[in-house]
């Protein structure tokens, strides 16, 4: 098996995007190439061909090594629901709801035989995995049940390269501290350091790389300028810096509102929207920050009851149902669907709260929630005449309580959803990727407010995605010791295809 491994100072400091960069880089270098995350906690998912549920990360990545995405690049996937609670999936399924210690101190050794059985899959497979890692590898609470960095390093044999964010400040206080605290076998897979999202003059770094590279004997493998690549993100940290992109509601022609809810998930529905021409997206968590938007999204939430009490509590609900009456357009998307009904039953508490709940009531649904996960790749035409592709994750069954135009016609002959002028809900995540139907949507919006419809091509979303990989590819080659990395695998035990 022949390994490098992504591994971080701290969360969000690019190991993801990182790892895309190098699965990208490698398989357009001739070499099959796969992603690897033994275990990841996330809230964004993927779902893969035969309806596994994985990190949105590994999917992502194996779109950028040009290969359909496997339950085994992430063999465990953990979604917290609240209270300590996550929902285990193993291979794509669910297999628990665990508290943090049950996991830790029951869950972690069991399931070792079925991540190494992933491994052996992969490596049979590809010439070459890009190992990410989570967190930190010096977290010392969690060290002793920590699966998903050095024992997954050590288990592979992986060159690790570690990653440090400059943006964030203390970059050498923060790699010379997680070098300290790794044991001496750690320490010495340690082959590199990249140091990531550096804004300025390279010039002046090299005091400070040339003390570094002395201090620890690791090499420094490149210094990566800071890019905003439109690659997805997966850590919920990121949604501060989504927040940051478009700051100023009045530089845009159509603002749009997003719920910020407390259990927010899939967020990633939400990326095209920031290449839109002339669309503003605000996250929103407060009645105060709501104002009055062209468009309001209930967006992804790993538990629809507790964020409707939270709508509740805020006094958000409130102010929705007073837009709505303005006739402020309104789209909910999976949980956020859900609240846009008349009534929620939780009676077997598949949420943990259990009850029925009167609901926002934009919508002739009510949904009832029941032990049965939907997990699938779907595809059909919207009535406003669209191709549709996008993927389903959700508990929850809707049905309607009178005649309605439903969103989707699904190829496989069923209908998702509901759609009105001015309402939408849909269990489709990915819904705005389908980039003609996104573009149709706000120049209807953009035609109401007296405005000329944006005009011109429309590229595909796979076409969007292609690009930035490639844009990635160019960017993190141009500034990293590819040399280097390429010495970390040894072409005496495979053959480049």
């Known amino acids: 098996m022949q390994a490098i491994m992504i591994q971080g100072t701290a969360s969000d400091v690019g190991k993801s995007v990182l790892c895309t960069a190098l699965c990208r880089i490698l398989v357009n270098d001739g070499y099959r190439v796969a992603p690897f995350k033994s275990q990841n906690m996330a809230l964004n998912s993927y779902i893969t061909?035969?309806?596994?549920e994985i990190g949105r990360a590994q999917g992502v990545q194996a779109e950028a090594a040009k290969i359909d995405a496997t339950t085994d690049m992430n063999p465990i996937l953990l979604k917290p629901k609240g209270d300590m609670v996550s929902e285990v999936i193993l291979h794509g399924k669910h297999f628990a709801n665990m508290d943090a210690v049950s996991y830790r101190e029951q869950f972690v050794e069991d399931v070792?035989?079925?991540v190494r059985t992933s491994l052996e899959r992969l490596s049979d497979n590809y010439d070459v995995l890009i190992l990410e890692g989570a967190g930190s590898p010096a977290e010392i609470?969690?060290?002793?049940?920590d699966i998903a960095n050095m024992r997954m390093a050590h288990e592979t044999d992986a060159s690790v390269i570690l990653v440090a964010d400059i943006e964030r400040g203390g970059v050498f206080?923060?790699?010379?501290?997680?070098?300290?605290?790794?044991?001496?076998?750690?320490?010495?897979r340690v082959k590199g350091i990249i140091i990531n999202k550096f804004r300025g003059m390279k010039e002046l770094l090299t005091s400070g790389i040339d003390w570094l590279e002395e201090y620890t004997g690791i090499p420094v493998l490149g210094v990566i300028p800071y890019f905003d690549v439109q690659i997805e993100a997966e850590d919920s940290m990121a949604l501060s810096s989504l927040r940051l992109k478009k700051p100023?509601?009045?530089?845009?022609?159509?603002?749009?509102?997003?719920?910020r809810l407390p259990r927010i998930s899939n967020f990633t529905d939400l990326d095209p929207l920031f290449e839109e021409p002339g669309v503003g997206v605000r996250f929103v968590s407060t009645l105060s920050d709501l104002k009055n938007p062209d468009v309001v999204i209930l967006p992804g939430t790993k538990n629809t009851v507790e964020d409707f009490l939270w709508l509740?509590?805020?006094g958000l609900m409130q102010g929705i149902l007073q837009l709505a009456n303005q006739n402020v357009r309104i789209i909910g998307i999976c949980g956020g669907y859900q609240m846009l009904g008349e009534i929620i039953r939780d009676e077997q508490a598949v949420e943990s709260i259990g009850g029925t709940y009167l609901t926002l009531g934009l919508l002739p649904i009510e949904t009832t929630f029941i032990n049965s996960k939907q997990t699938v790749q779907v595809s059909g035409r919207s009535c406003t005449g669209h191709e549709i592709e996008g993927y389903e994750i959700h508990l929850g069954r809707s049905v309607a309580t009178k005649p309605l135009k439903p969103f989707i016609q699904f190829y496989d002959g069923r209908t998702d959803g509901v759609y009105t002028d001015q309402v939408f809900g849909t269990y489709v995540h990915g819904i705005f990727?389908?980039?003609?139907?996104?573009?149709?949507?706000?120049?209807?919006i953009r035609v109401q407010k007296g405005m000329e419809p944006i005009t011109g091509e429309v590229l595909s979303d796979f076409e969007c995605r292609e690009q930035a990989y490639e844009l990635l590819d160019r960017h993190v080659r141009g500034h990293l010791d590819m040399e280097k990395i390429y010495s970390f695998i040894s072409e005496a035990k495979f053959e480049k295809r």
């Open 49 to 52: 061909k035969d309806g596994g």
């Open 112 to 114: 070792m035989p079925e």
């Open 141 to 145: 609470n969690l060290k002793s049940r």
């Open 173 to 188: 206080a923060s790699l010379v501290g997680t070098l300290m605290l790794l044991d001496d076998a750690e320490k010495a």
């Open 248 to 259: 100023q509601q009045h530089e845009f022609a159509v603002d749009v509102a997003v719920i």
């Open 312 to 314: 509740q509590q805020t």
């Open 433 to 444: 990727q389908n980039r003609l139907f996104t573009r149709d949507y706000f120049n209807t």
